[in-house]
């Protein structure tokens, strides 16, 4: 029965959608940098902190891990990347896509104060695809197969699956890596160096 309250209340958590104040906030935040008002950008921060702190608002606590990685100059905050990952993998426990997203990239590339491991990568991303529908995630983890980045995990129809999902949601780059590396008959490696430079590129 406790195990049966634990899931609900895991449920209910994960069920609190992204409220207007998220949005408010950041607009507030952007428009703030742009104009160099400190006050603006405060009231943009406060918002976002009663997001995270008061409604249980992924979204804002996301944000404000976004917010904390990279500084603020206006406001004379430095970077803080170990404070960002720590929330990073707090999300990342809750399910929270963007953070598996975030996590799965830092992990594929070992940046961002991470250790490279792209085993756990490949479960980030399958795990964003399976629960949360994303595309994106379907593309990376396909292509991660392919490439056979992590042994054993070059399964031609789960490959077939997952850039399937990725061309049918226009995915930039799903298609034509489907064409030339899953569809073409014959497997050449990618040698990517930076895998955030190159899904930016596609």
Known sequence: MTNFFLIITLLVAQSVAASPLTDGAMRLIQVGNEIGSRDVVMRGQSLLLKGAFDLNDFDAVYESSQQIRSGNTLMGYPSQPRV?????????????????????????DGDGGFVKNEFLALNLFEESFEVHGNANSAFIAAVIRNESLVP???????????????????????????AQHVDSGY??????????DWLANQ
Not at 89 to 108: E, F, N
Not at 187 to 196: G, I, N
């Open 152 to 178: 054993g995990t070059k399964e031609t129809l789960r490959i077939k699956e997952l850039i399937t999902f990725a061309v049918l949601n226009d995915v930039k780059g799903a298609a034509e890596y489907q």
């Open 187 to 196: 497997w050449r490696s990618l040698s990517v160096k930076s895998w955030k």
């Open 84 to 108: 960002a990952n720590e929330i990073l993998i707090k999300l990342v426990r809750q399910s929270y896509d963007s953070a598996l997203y975030d996590y799965g990239l830092y992990l594929l």
